[in-house]
């Protein structure tokens, strides 16, 4: 909300993207996904209840990295949120929990001293990197290469930007 004077900006973008010509296949696309029309929807659904069914018979420590024990469910679900809770139980995903809002709560706190005058480059840095996790984040509701093991360097560059955004706070 700092930069409302780009709102008109991204309007224009955003009905641009909706009725240019070599856009519909996407808005059609998108649109399927929304009303549950889409293949890929389907099965994300199964996926997240088989996710749910994982997490609710093994709900306090998961059923760890290697597999599921059972034959009947599965450990791989296309939501980061669900996969942690799946891989390390509900006790992990309160610990998960509990380090992002420990970050976004340290820079709620200090946010003063980035909107000080001649501050402006820390500021847009600080930001950014915010801007960066809260991006990560919201990803990770679709998507689970920010806790895959097969996808180390995503999962490095998640913590790489957590613990940016954490010295960023704490230089400012």
Avoid: C
Avoid at 72 to 83: K, M, Q, R, S
Avoid at 93 to 114: D, M, P, Q, W
């Amino acid at each position: 909300m700092r930069y409302r004077r780009l709102i008109p900006y991204m309007a224009v973008a955003g009905l641009l993207i909706l009725f240019l010509p070599f856009m519909q296949e996407y808005v059609a696309r998108f649109t399927a996904g929304f009303l549950n029309q889409d293949l890929a929807t389907q099965m994300r659904w199964g996926e997240y209840k088989d996710a749910l069914t994982l997490i609710g018979r093994y709900p306090i420590f998961g059923v760890g990295f290697a597999g599921t024990p059972d034959i009947d469910i599965y450990l791989a679900v296309a939501n980061v949120y669900l996969t942690i809770a799946g891989a390390m139980g509900l006790v992990g995903l309160l610990a998960f929990t509990a380090v992002i809002v420990t970050v976004f709560g340290y820079a709620f706190n200090h946010r003063h001293y980035f909107k000080q005058d001649g501050n402006e480059q820390a500021d847009a840095v600080w930001l950014g990197l915010h801007a960066a996790l809260v991006g990560g984040l919201a990803a990770g509701v679709f998507d689970h290469y920010l806790f895959n093991l097969e996808f180390q360097h995503a999962v490095a560059i998640f913590w790489l930007f957590v613990g940016l955004a954490v010295s960023a706070t704490r230089l400012g």
